[in-house]
């Protein structure tokens, strides 16, 4: 029997935030720690981006971050980051025999 992973992604580096809503200054690169429990060392934890472009969400960035000895991990997301861009982030493990699959649900972070 699998039982689904818990897989947890915190952004830093932020002013504030409302929700899933993120709000950081114009080129500021915010920070992704992610964890997975129960562990899972060596395993990727993928870290997906979006950049909103004409009223569309677009596929900017797909990241693969390799759990530590603690199945902790962590990314900065870099890009230029000018007034009024809209980044959407969610993280994903692909799950193994014992656990099943788990996504965390999308984050706006907002810069501006």
Do not use: E
């Not at 920070?31 to 997975?36: G, N």
């Not at 980051?81 to 969610?90: E, K, V």
């Amino acid at each position: 029997m699998q039982v689904r992973a818990a897989l947890t992604a915190t952004l830093a580096r932020h002013r504030t935030h409302t929700g899933s809503r993120y709000y950081y200054r114009p080129g500021k690169d915010p920070l992704v720690r992610v964890h997975v429990d129960p562990a899972h060392a060596g395993d990727c934890v993928t870290v997906r981006t979006q950049l909103r472009r004409h009223g569309r969400w677009t596929r900017t960035q797909n990241t693969c971050v390799v759990l530590s000895a603690t199945s902790s991990g962590r990314v900065v997301v870099t890009r230029a980051h000018p007034d009024g861009t809209r980044i959407r982030l969610r993280t994903l493990w692909a799950g193994d025999a014992r656990n099943v699959a788990a996504r965390t649900p999308w984050s706006t972070l907002i810069f501006g």
